[in-house]
């Protein structure tokens, strides 16, 4: 298998991508974040110590999606065209799930965009919540599907 970062002698690059086709790219990444019971039914409302959760958590993630190639060094910057946030609620496991999606057209994925958006929105609704509950878990994180480009379509197996 030979790695698209590395060079033939072993040193990290970014990948060249002056070639490649420009296409439409969308990539769907998944999140998760697991608490107390107490604080699952507080942060379920949508308001914590800090005011709106999911409005400031969602904010969050947009804006660190945008940056995502100052965060990571081998990434490119890239003209984003759709970044959206959605959550699901379990209320047996007291968790909050995160899909983000991200969209463009370019000539490179947006799968790293993706999972730092969910990323960065589970990090924010700790940070909304820490006042209450410490013990906050944040995960896992996982691309869910990515669409576009040569290799085209992955969808993770069990999940859509």
């Known amino acids: ?28 990444a998944f999140g998760q974040v697991r608490m107390a019971e107490e604080t ?29 190639h100052e965060l990571i060094p081998l990434c490119h910057p890239l003209s984003l065209t759709h970044i959206d ?28 965009e993706a999972i730092n958006c969910a990323m960065l929105v589970a990090l924010t609704i ?7 509950d410490k013990g906050i878990e944040l995960g896992p994180f996982y691309l869910l599907e990515k669409s576009g480009g040569k290799s085209g379509l992955y969808k993770r197996a069990g999940r859509a």
């Open 1 to 28: 298998m030979k790695l698209t970062h590395i060079d033939s002698e072993g040193n990290a690059q970014m990948v060249d991508i002056s070639e490649k086709k420009e296409t439409q790219r969308e990539a769907r």
């Open 40 to 68: 699952y039914q507080a942060v379920k409302s949508g308001y914590g110590p800090k005011g709106d959760i999911f409005t400031v958590a969602k904010i969050a993630g947009i804006m660190g999606t945008k940056r995502t």
């Open 85 to 112: 946030v959605n959550y699901t609620f379990d209320d047996r496991k007291h968790t909050v799930g995160i899909e983000s999606t991200v969209r463009t057209r370019g000539q490179t994925g947006v799968e790293m």
């Open 126 to 132: 700790y940070d909304m919540c820490k006042a209450i």
